[in-house]
């Protein structure tokens, strides 16, 4: 082997190690995937309006988000809610909630946050609460908002929820905020005595992220 | 069929009102799927899944109770002797 010869083949092989670990900074990386197979993730929501309560909730949860365990404000990923999955008691007012004038589902079918960046991060054993401030997408309308959220990592569990058939981690994930109906376009002509324009918003769900 | 028709609309009020207090009392529109909350252990999560019942609402207390007024008015005009 010549000189040219071995300087291609080291930096070769220097390229092929370096795509097959990623760069060193990453190394703390860990994705984890919200799509949910046995449907326990979950968003509730509550319209407390002097006339009427109105609680339903949703469970159709996607999305991913990934976090740098020693660099936990870098947390980015998306979370999704279909919005025909949004559920309430009555048929027939569920039926006007994805009408044109309220959620409009069939036109605007997913809810989406996306997690800009994380502060007020703080850890206490496998429980981390923070802010987060994200991107929050309904009914075709985008605003930035802050929620408070509460982040349990749960190592080695995914074993046991999926008896066995994977190896890896959960992270549970909980959240309570309240956004305005009028903010969204929802119906925004409706009275606030009998809908209320605060629509308090709870998440409940959980991610996966198998060993590779 | 004055007195029938009186029974009746008592009926028609009463029948839904101790449906309605023996259901929950539910002060909202009546539901048609009723919220089952199951706890999830490994994450703590409540799963929430609807199971198909009726509960009777407020709306379930007016009907009944325009059912009967609807009867009681009934019932007068029909009571009602010719002059």
Known sequence: MNSSTFILASTRLLAATLLATGPATHAAEQTFDFKDPKGVNNATFKLDAVLETITGSANGVSGTLTID?????????????????LHVENTAMKEHMHGKDWIDSATHPEIKFTVNSLSDFKMTGDTATATVEGKFSLKGTEKTINVPAKVTLLPGML?????????????????????????????PAAPTDKVADDIEVSLAIAGASPKK | MRIALRLLAVISFLGPAVWWVADGAHPGWSKNTVAVHTLDEITGIEQITYEKRFVPGIDTLAFGLAVAVGLSGLSAIIGRRPR
């Open chain 1, 159 to 187: 074993g046991k929820r999926s008896n066995g058939k994977l190896e890896g981690d959960l992270m549970v994930i909980r959240s309570t905020f309240t956004i305005k109906r009028s903010d969204y376009g929802i119906n």
């Open chain 1, 69 to 85: 365990r020693e660099k936990p404000e870098a947390t980015k990923g998306v979370i999704t809610i279909a919005a025909p999955s």
